[in-house]
């Protein structure tokens, strides 16, 4: 409040009178609420109540209802002669300044019995009437301070001398918290109107701001203090970690961490400090186990810590805190060690029953948090690859080599999509019609985003496992899917037949030796066709066809081997009309240039009555076509033999190998290797192998002397009259079916041969658009040429250049010789 003194008529307009002509009118003096921008009005100096208590409480009312009515409160003393009419004797606001004074201490007194000297409505009314009447706010409040720096003091000597430390020391620091904190909510209570009025109007500090920053202050930041909260801290915190269940003061550290809160210290005092501690505790602890522990189990010891860590900061500390705490545990767990880690844990979280993906998508996320996913890609990439390569060069398994590489590409993938991927919100679609029903899930869909940088580490682990051999696992491909064409679905559904005969082709894509493959199933596709052991033209056809438009235009060879056999058909049926004879034949007239076999130079000598009955076929296709050249391969031929045995008559389906060598038995019982070799005129290793499947194998219509599995020189074979079977056509397995090793090394043989002719051609044609090319450019240019079929060696290219050269093809530069010059 402010006082002026101003003339009386410079502030009111008062009608014509003399009434105040015997008063001087300097002598007025005006009371107003310096807020206030009303007009002030005449205050009475004495109302119906004398007393002083009632005047106030006149007063309050006044102002009260000004305040209501959204006016602002002012007074008009009036003084006469120097004297204010309504001006008490000062001992009476004596009385109320000394009772506010004795409440303030006795409600910053901790621990004191005595009560306070006064109820709360006089203790309000009086510090109202101080603070209104008397003008004496500035002495309640310097009184408020004096008794603050007094209660500082004694809480700080209480705290510093109890005989308490580390968790227990706690108890008495919240306790004395909390005393503090509610004695200052009553304190503003009881003195509120020192709060509303005196010190809003001096623009001071009110009672909690100044009760707070001195207990922030004196106590807060007392060095001493700081050191006991954290060692309680430490306490706790180490408790729990070492005995890994609750303490039962975690209370404590909840209502500290509210306190500090309160007072902005939380990051300052606990926070920092508690991150801190916990990465030193983890570090060393990760030092210890890692002695001890496997790379799998500590990877499960780290995730269990995580876990226990973040169950802790949830329950304690404040959520800003909870994604600090997390990292920083896995940051000291695993930062130092998660090589060790990520090359120990693959092997046996990817092998045994399958995949751990439980585990493996933690490790993912834990090494996610710490920025290790580069150190885990590396990990797996070189487990998948190092997989790879083990079965690849495992030659005694060659036969599963492909089944093996497609359950670690299954498994590979299952990894990849369903434990190393991030989770993303998926956006939800806002319905045009909003939806009636009570149970609406609003929250967000999430789904699974494999990562993937490890999809493609798996492509480039598999094509790096095939290097270690080459041209082997686009053999064992091509013949994988030679097994599956001739079984066909056996009661599966077109979907798995479709899917099983995809993830083959899919392993065909990591191999370089493109070549390899084409060449192998083509053979296989040959053999399938001629002997008919397809199990549907139907998905030969789809799988050329996509062979040709997925993978290499060249298989279209395939559809001129359906082409030559359509054709067959026709002119076997046409052969039957006009021929004359009992022998039921059929034949199969083939382009050589179309099927992947090569003229023999010798072949089995097959009966007369054969011999005359293909030379019947020969003049008739002579006629027919004039100025073409048959040549007879036997190898693949197959035939029908009517047997009698003493259990009785059987159909024997045999290779047209079997068939002549059994036709020898209808003359003698009894004949020695040499002999048949001499009859039949057969290759040895073919004869060997063909004996074998008749006199050792399951259905022996044959016995050899003396008995063993090999066939050798001086074996002697009869006829087996005794041999039974229940089925009236009997299979007998010729070796003949399967590709020989001899015909595989052939076949690798032509392979390399061909290989060398598209390296010369690809070399001679870029010289000869080049005219003159550096060596390594040359050799850049060549691998790119050619990489659609096969991979080179740089030496197989270099080699191919020299020979160019010798040939005169190329010629090499005077002053560079590695400089090389096209020859026209």
Known sequence: M???????????????????????????????????????????????????????????????????????????????????????????????????????????????????????????????????????????????????????????????????????????????????????????????????????????????SLAYSGFYTRIFQ??????????????????????????????????????????????????????????????????????????????????????????????????????????????????????????????????????????????????????????????????????????????????????????????????????????????????????????????????????????????????????????????????????????????????????????ALALYRYTDDKDVFRTFYHRALARRLLLEKSASDDHEKAMLRKLKEEYDPEFGMGDHMFTDLALSRDLTAEYRQKKKGDVDLSLMVLQRSVWPFTARKQDIVLPVWMSDELSKFTEFYKEKYKGRKLDWDHALGHATLRARFKAGVKELTVSLYQAVILLLFNEIEELSFREIKSQTSMEDGELRRTLQSLACGKKRVLRKQPPGKDVHDDDVFFFSADFTDPAFRVHINSIQVKETPEEAKRAQTMIEADRKFALDAAIVRIMKGKKKQHYEQLKTATIEAVSKHFHPEVTMIKARIDGLVEQEYLRRDDDDMNVLHYVA
């Open 2 to 208: 402010t006082m002026a003194v101003i003339d009386v008529y410079t502030l009111l307009s008062l009608p014509s009178s003399n009434a105040f002509s015997a008063f001087h009118s300097s002598d007025f003096v005006v009371e107003q609420d310096s807020r206030s921008d009303s007009p002030t009005r005449k205050v009475p100096r004495l109302a119906d109540d004398s007393d002083s208590a009632s005047a106030s409480r006149a007063r309050a009312a006044a102002v009260a209802d000004n305040e209501h009515a959204g006016e602002k409160s002012a007074t008009i003393v009036l003084k006469f002669h120097g004297a204010p009419i309504n001006v008490q004797p000062e001992s009476v606001y004596d009385k109320d300044l000394a009772l506010v004074r004795r409440s303030v201490r006795v409600l910053l007194a901790k621990g004191t019995t005595e009560s306070l000297p006064a109820t709360y409505e006089k203790i309000y009314a009086a510090c109202q009437a101080v603070v209104q009447n008397a003008r004496n706010g500035e002495g309640i409040y310097e009184s408020i301070k004096l008794e603050m720096e007094r209660c500082f003091g004694l809480l700080l000597r209480d705290l510093l001398e109890t005989s308490h430390t580390g968790i227990a020391w706690l108890q008495p620091f919240i306790e004395t918290c909390s005393w503090f904190d509610k004695q200052v909510t009553l304190m503003k209570s009881l003195l509120a109107y020192l709060d509303r009025v005196y010190l809003v109007s001096q623009k001071k500090q009110d009672i909690g």
């Open 222 to 503: 007392h060095e001493s203090v700081v050191q006991h909260i954290r060692e309680g801290l430490t306490e706790w915190a180490m408790w729990e970690r070492e005995q890994r269940t609750t303490h039962e003061a975690r209370p404590l550290i909840s209502a500290l961490v509210m306190q500090l809160q309160r007072h902005g210290l939380y990051q300052d005092i606990l926070e920092s400090f508690y991150i801190k501690k916990a990465h030193e505790y983890y570090v060393e602890e990760a030092k210890q186990l890692r002695e001890t522990l496997r790379p799998g189990d500590f990877c499960k010891h780290a995730e269990d810590r995580h876990d226990q860590e973040i169950e802790r900061a949830k329950a304690v500390l404040l959520e800003s805190s909870i994604q600090k705490i997390s990292l920083e545990t896995d940051t000291a767990l695993l930062t130092a060690h998660l090589d060790w880690i990520a090359n120990g844990s693959m092997e046996p979280l990817m092998e045994g029953e399958g995949p751990s993906l439980d585990r493996l998508h933690r490790m993912y996320l834990l090494f996610s948090a710490v920025g290790g996913l580069k150190i885990l890609l590396a990990a797996f990439k070189l487990y998948v690859t190092n997989f790879v390569k083990k079965i690849v060069t495992d030659a005694k398994m060659d036969d599963q080599m492909v089944d093996r590489l497609l359950v670690l590409k299954r498994n590979c993938d299952t990894v990849v999509n369903e434990a190393f991927y991030n989770e993303a919100p998926i956006p939800r679609v806002t319905p045009s019609k909003p939806s009636t029903s009570m149970d609406v899930d609003d929250s967000p869909a999430i789904e699974k985003r494999a990562n993937r940088e490890f999809g493609y580490a798996v492509t480039d682990a598999f094509a790096e496992g095939f290097k270690a051999r080459r041209n082997k696992p686009a053999e064992m491909i091509a013949k994988f899917l030679d097994r599956a064409m001739r079984r066909g679905q056996k009661g599966r559904d077109d979907r798995d037949y479709a899917a099983e005969l995809a993830a």
